[in-house]
């Protein structure tokens, strides 16, 4: 079992529409997670931070299940700049920023 | 406030040699961690550098080996390349305060490496 999962897609959805991507990961003793975007032949950048409670910011909401093991990004309203590629991050037992990315899953936004 | 930059930006080499990579953190960030990105997939932890020393390594052989500078910058080696090496190598800092909290990654914009 990979140590992070998701679903690579493309997701094709139209400008406006709300799109939820999924993500598991398989160490329970993980200590912090992310939401990385990456545009194509880009770096990756930070979206946001993962909290139990569920946090927000704008159009995106991140949640984390750590019964489950899942992980869950949001977005509303769904832009053209939106379409890039959507990094389920996890930080190991340990922290320390030694990171453990799923594949990733592509985001197409189209008009 | 300077980013995270990286050298060279494209690279194509032959199987058998041996590359350097080069990182320059962003300012006021002391830890260095370097990841490869296959086509496809996402990045893969290669190891971190911290205070000079290596602070963990992922699930690579040793013919992949860094350094850290005093000035934070960092170099990744690879020996012997193989084909499978062709990647993104991406380098991202961070500023580690205590034993292990740290602040958000950033990434440089990469050296793509062709092994041909």
């Known amino acids: 079992r990979k140590e992070v999962e998701q679903d690579p897609g493309p997701f094709n959805v139209p400008e406006g529409a709300t799109v939820a991507f999924n993500c598991t990961y398989s160490?329970?003793?993980?200590?912090?997670f992310f939401w990385y975007r990456q545009d194509c032949r880009k770096e990756p950048k930070l979206l946001m931070s993962?909290?139990?409670s569920g946090n927000e910011d704008g159009r995106f909401t991140a949640q984390l299940n750590r019964a489950s093991q899942y992980i869950s990004l949001l977005i509303r309203d769904s832009k053209l700049s939106d379409s890039a590629t959507y990094l389920c991050?996890?930080?190991?037992?340990?922290?320390?920023?030694?990171?453990?990315f799923g594949t990733g899953t592509q985001l197409k936004v189209e008009l | 406030e300077t980013g995270v930059t990286q050298s060279p930006t494209h690279l194509i080499k032959t199987r058998g040699q041996q590359v350097t990579l080069r990182c320059s953190s962003q300012s006021g960030h002391n830890t260095v961690s370097w990841y490869q990105q296959a086509l496809g997939q996402g990045p893969q932890f290669i190891f971190q550098?911290?205070?000079?020393?290596?602070?963990g390594r992922g699930n690579f052989p040793p013919r992949f080996s860094g350094l850290q500078f005093p000035n934070y910058s960092s170099e990744l080696n690879v020996n012997a390349l193989e084909l499978d090496d062709s990647a993104l190598y991406l380098c991202a800092s961070s500023s580690r305060q205590g034993s292990t909290a740290n602040s958000p990654l950033h990434f440089g914009n990469g050296t793509r490496l062709t092994v041909t």
């Open positions: 991050v996890v930080n190991p037992p340990g922290g320390g920023n030694k990171l453990t």
């Open positions: 993962v909290y139990s």
């Open positions: 160490n329970s003793a993980s200590q912090s």
């Open positions: 550098y911290y205070r000079e020393e290596e602070n």
